[in-house]
């Protein structure tokens, strides 16, 4: 893994490009075993940053043990330290955050954790915001290790993204029983009777934007989505589908495979406008 056309900072220092990362004794390299967050940057500050750590660190914890998601979340904050100096630079920024252990390196302060942090531009396509986007159902079912964190379902999210980009579509939504989960890159909620409603459980990771969704007061409800009720002809059928996460906030789906989905711009501008007030007040 080198560094070519983004922005790369590891343990707190910038990288030139064409620079090594991560060597061949980290468990990233060796075994593939890292975690990741997501998050936006928005005024010079990351959204919601502490709950994403928080999340970073609940997962790391749970497989490799509570000192050493501690460990990790040092590493974490040392990486972003460094990174603020470079915040100013778009409007929105897309920053990801990755984590992998060498044993080789262990030191008192971090025991061997490094956090390298990719920066980048954010933008979001005025189409998308306008008039929502299109999303296509996955040919694999959703892999259901939620509890595990992020890095066990990636490559379940890279490999179904590409699959419905290579169908014309720019998000993939996993299926598991008969039951729409969530999408490739965030949480998926659906209108019924003029009630919002998310499917929540263990066999998917808590979504950070969610949460701090139902902090600005949106209500919504847990439940369960199955595949008939996106046919409009269904008697159910949904009002509107809005997919949640960390880069888009809150963005309409519009299509879903050969369905028309009742349109939800609306309902998630609304949603953006609050989650990025709410980013404002929480950073003030």
């Not at 159902?137 to 999210?157: D, R, V």
Request: hydrophobic residues 40%; aromatic residues 8%; glycine residues 8%.
């Amino acid at each position: 893994m080198s560094v070519r056309s983004l922005s790369y900072c590891l343990d707190g220092r910038w990288l030139e490009p064409g620079a090594p990362v991560f060597s061949p004794s980290t468990s990233l390299v060796a075994s593939g075993e890292g975690w990741f967050e997501t998050l936006r940057v928005e005024s010079r500050r990351p959204m919601f940053q502490a709950q994403h750590l928080e999340r970073l660190s609940v997962s790391i914890s749970q497989f490799c043990g509570p000192d050493q998601g501690a460990l990790a979340r040092c590493a974490a904050n040392r990486c972003l330290a460094a990174m603020q100096s470079k915040f100013y630079e778009f409007p929105s920024g897309r920053l990801r955050l990755l984590l992998s252990r060498d044993d080789r390196r262990d030191g008192a302060e971090v025991g061997g954790w490094q956090a390298l942090g990719e920066w980048s531009e954010h933008r979001s396509s005025t189409a998308s915001l306008e008039q929502g986007i299109d999303v296509a159902i996955a040919s694999f079912m959703h892999p259901g290790l939620g509890h595990l964190g992020k890095s066990t379902s990636y490559h379940w999210s890279l490999v179904a993204r590409q699959e419905a980009q290579s169908r014309g579509a720019s998000e993939a939504l996993f299926m598991r029983d008969g039951q729409l989960m969530e999408g490739a890159t965030g949480a998926i909620a659906w209108q019924s009777k003029g009630r919002w409603f998310i499917h929540e459980s263990a066999d998917i990771l808590k979504s950070v934007t969610l949460d701090a969704l139902r902090r600005t007061g949106v209500s919504l409800e847990s439940g369960s989505l199955t595949i008939d009720r996106l046919d409009p002809q269904s008697p159910v059928c949904v009002e509107g589908l809005i997919l949640i996460s960390a880069l888009r906030l809150a963005v309409a789906i519009r299509r879903c495979d050969d369905w028309v989905i009742p349109s939800a711009v609306t309902d998630a501008a609304q949603w953006r406008a609050a989650l990025l007030a709410l980013h404002a007040r929480e950073t003030s």
